[in-house]
């Protein structure tokens, strides 16, 4: 029968790399893409988090680079029995491809806010030059 005396104990952790995620302390940032739609009319988006997939809020008139968060989905504190938060950063989807249904709504939308809208085309100024 031998004695048992007192030690440390180590514990080693392995912390898996998430190239969606970026660590500060125990918070964490992910971005999340939304549509121009979404951002002005609002509605819900998908956000992976830690723990799986969840249901944000985007409230109408959201602008790109907002920054949600969402309480207690980030990393646990070893030291207590709290967790950081998840910070998401909202980015807004501008549509490159639209058709020319698409286009006169856009414009139509414009002219009621008031802009000016300008007609001529990028690939059109580009003619005028080279003429």
Known sequence: SGTQGKGDLYVLINVLYNPDFERHNND???????????AILGGEAEVETLSGKVKMKIPPGTQAGKIFRLKEKGFPDPHSYTR???LVMVKVEIPED????QKKLIEEFAALRGEEVERESF?????KVFR
């Open 98 to 101: 639209l058709t020319s249904a």
């Open 123 to 127: 690939s059109d100024k580009v003619k």
């Open 84 to 86: 950081g938060d998840q």
């Open 28 to 38: 964490i940032l992910n971005e999340i893409k939304i549509g121009l739609s979404k």
